[in-house]
């Protein structure tokens, strides 16, 4: 879906940081940008930003509030785009001035020097059980409830999933990457480039109706990548933070 979004040289793309108390590094990235240390053109986040950061759920947004009021206080000087993910989702009551985009919404499709980008958290196309699950934890009549259940409990639920969070290994490699991408999106699909997280890979595969790109996950070591255009370079190049490994 096309929504006339052009992207700039310049801009950072920021994937998969699962932020939490235990992550902090995200918080530091984000402060670099609002002191102008860093000076992206454009932030693109591609999902899965927050561990767990649900609209509605107001336990979440008060455990992240303050990686949350620096994003909207940077969106007022530098356009966000915000793809969400399947750690955070019905964000755009959280983020006034970020161009976001559900599920529904993705891929996004967007343009880069006359170059058609399709733009993916990456949860999409995934068999039938999942795009259930995937609609009914966003309900707002499922998240009110289960807020309320959480609510009466002391936060047990949230407390029990941040545990269950922290403890989940993020930076496996993903065997047969190239065929399992084959068969869920070339033929689906037609564009320059299609460019997702979720998977937390950093490999680029040339399919023979686009170059498919899994960003590096930030959660693993803190990468981010920069778009930036070159006879050398397709697109975009990875780029480490300061405590990037």
């Known amino acids: 879906m096309s929504h006339n979004i052009e992207i700039k040289e310049g801009a950072f793309i920021v994937a998969d940081v699962h932020y939490s108390q235990r992550r902090p590094e995200f918080l530091e990235f984000l402060k670099e ?5 860093l000076q992206p053109s454009q932030l693109i986040l591609m999902g899965d930003i927050f561990d767990a950061l649900f609209g509605g759920v107001s336990y979440t947004k008060k455990a992240n509030h303050e990686a949350i009021k620096l994003l909207n206080e940077i969106s ?5 785009i915000y793809l969400e993910g399947n750690h955070d989702f019905r964000l755009k009551n959280i983020f006034k001035n970020v161009k976001v985009f559900t599920i529904s919404k993705q891929p ?8 058609k980008v399709l733009l993916a958290h990456g949860d999409i196309e995934s068999p039938l059980g999942y795009r259930i699950y ?10 009110f409830i289960l807020s309320f259940i959480d609510w009466m409990f002391g936060h047990l639920i949230l407390k029990k999933l941040n545990s269950y969070l922290n403890k989940k290994e993020d930076c496996r490699e993903f065997l047969n990457l190239e065929e399992f991408m084959m068969k869920r999106l070339v033929d689906k699909y037609s564009c320059d480039y299609f460019i997702e997280g979720h998977f ?15 960003l590096a996950a930030f959660a693993c ?6 778009v930036k255009s070159s006879q050398e370079l397709e697109l975009i190049e990875v780029i480490f933070s300061q405590k990037g490994v």
């Open 76 to 80: 007022l000087n530098i356009e966000i």
């Open 221 to 226: 070591n803190q990468r981010y990548f920069i």
């Open 108 to 115: 996004l499709e967007v343009n880069y020097k006359n170059k």
């Open 33 to 37: 940008i609002h002191s102008k240390k």
């Open 200 to 214: 937390h890979q950093n490999k680029t595969i040339k399919f023979k109706k686009f170059n498919y790109t899994n």
């Open 134 to 143: 995937t609609w009914v934890i966003r309900n707002p009549v499922v998240l």
